[in-house]
């Protein structure tokens, strides 16, 4: 669908040799990882899923949500798709598809009653969510193996080829990744993209011009929490092993870090804050005790001086201070 | 006579042991510029409220176009054509007067997965269609020379004039209009008088507006309903309602307030 109407209003225009300078300083972070080390290439698969589960959280987020139940999506699509690809002998596609569609399904559920409450109500209804997911895995040892999870989980096949190193997944996970930034940069080029901004910047203006409020608020909860269980699907077969600890709200914690650090406005916040943030912790291996003092200072520091997460710097550069805040 | 588009039948609205709104009917004729006065806690913008779909009312039916519309929800009601503006400025502080007014044609825009998800009839809007819909707003409500401007840097009198404009967006059939007086200096009022007389006749749009500001209201209004304390205690002509002793004894007082 072409956007032309879009013409009618002022493109936020980036100068174009800053445009090209941010063209390749990405092209070098994506290719970099091809040529380096093995433990390079691991954290670069591990942000890769990072920025798929954080993009579901960004688009929840641009609808006026936080969802603090992210991982238990993330654990839907493990679990259901391992499962569906052991007992029911289904292939990646099918089981993976099964995966994300029973994490969009529950999504679906879910707000379809909590979406009516607002702020901090859903905030701690989706927290609660996800503790109540964890210990149902746990506790569901027959199908779930319990504390043990589930272990051998066989790597992807795709077209004939076994993603069974490093560089092979790392392309598919990249990909993926690359592929739905540009997929969100579109959708908030399009109407209903401008439609669920104007629904997270004023609810009630939104709604009284026809736009509903909740309609759109489920759209990008399943949305989201559809693509949670896509990382899941995709970190189930790259690990090869899940268990409930892989799921618990430490990580919704980590992701909801990673998307305002990055930026929660911008489509490459996610991208921002998941390659900024994904190798930190093993800068701190050291002081693992520590490390997540560090968070608390950063994310604070970062909420006082940098609102619009990191990527806003970018902007902040080219639109030459003229957002400076009074 | 000519077709009543909106009417309001019977309504009662109950806050807990306080009653808003008691036994409210009254009506606007397709067309028609009709005003809703009456002192503060009267239950006006209760009334707004309750014809817009915000709140359900207690008892009692709210009918546009002849289809009952009582208890929303607002996007239903404005789909149906009935839009709204409110008490304080509603914008999106952070977009721009052109993006505000694009904001409130979304819902038109076919195509749109909202159209499609809540079956709504698709209005089919043409990317042309859409830029000059949007010129004709900024054109009606003055506002071209902002249009590149972020709405939360306006005076609040541009503000309040974007507030109508991104409500016409939607192209209701008939707008409600919460105090858009309220907050404007001598010059600014002046000139909402004149767009709202536009509006009526040039769009032949219908409107029922909220003021507290009498002289806007007489000079303006067709016909005017008072509410005192949740009920209406006059209807008529601005003359009628002027010359009701009930009305000045109640809300009007003293007989000069054509000069505030």
Known sequence: MSQSQLTALPAV?????????????????????????????HLAILACLNVIAVTGLAL??????????HAAFIAMGAYVSVLAERHLGLGLWLSGGLGILA?????????????????????????????????????????TGGANGITRIAPIALFGVTLDTRPKFYTLAVAIALFLIVALWRLFRKPLGHAIDSVAQNPALAESTGLSVFR??????????ALAALSGVLQ??????????????????????????GGRASVWGPFIGAVVLTPLPEFFRGAVQTQYVFYGAALILIMRFLPGGLASLWHRFTAGGKEKRA | MSKQLLEVRGVTRRFGGLTALRDLSFSVAEGELVGLIGPNGAGKTTAFNVISGTVP??????????????????????????ARTFQSTSTYPAATVAENVYRGLLSRISGSMVNRLSGRREWRLPPDAVRAEMDAILQMTDLHAWRDATAGSLAYGLQKKLGIAVSLAARPRMLLLDEPAAGLNHEECNELGRLLRRLQ???????????????????LCQR??????????????????????????????????AHA
Request: aromatic content about 8%; hydrophobic content about 50%.
């Open chain 1, 13 to 41: 225009g980036l100068p174009v040799g800053m445009r090209a300078l941010g063209g390749v300083v990405l092209a070098a972070i994506v290719v970099a990882p091809w040529f380096a080390g093995s433990f390079v290439q």
């Open chain 1, 60 to 69: 929840i987020s641009r609808s006026g949500q936080l969802s603090f139940g």
């Open chain 1, 103 to 143: 994490a969009a399904l529950v999504a679906g559920l879910l707000g379809g009653v909590i979406l009516r409450l607002r702020g901090v109500y859903f905030v701690l209804v989706t927290f609660a969510f996800g503790e109540l997911t964890r210990l149902a895995l746990l506790d569901w040892s027959g199908v």
């Open chain 1, 216 to 225: 759109l608020q489920l759209l990008a909860f399943v949305a989201g929490c």
């Open chain 1, 236 to 261: 189930a077969r790259y690990i090869g092993y899940i268990s409930p600890e892989s799921f618990n709200t430490g990580v919704t914690t980590g992701l909801i870090i990673m998307l305002v650090i």
């Open chain 2, 57 to 82: 009312p207690s008892s009692g039916t709210v009918l546009f176009d002849g289809r009952n519309i009582s208890g929303g929800p607002p996007s239903r009601v404005v789909a149906l054509g009935l």
């Open chain 2, 201 to 219: 006749q040039e769009w032949g749009l219908t409107l029922l507006l909220v003021e507290h500001h009498m002289a806007l209201v007489m000079s």
């Open chain 2, 224 to 257: 005017i309903v008072v509410l005192v304390h949740g009920e209406k205690i006059a209807e008529g002509s601005p003359q009628q309602v002027r010359e009701n002793p009930a009305v000045v004894e109640a809300y009007l007082g003293a007989p000069d307030y």
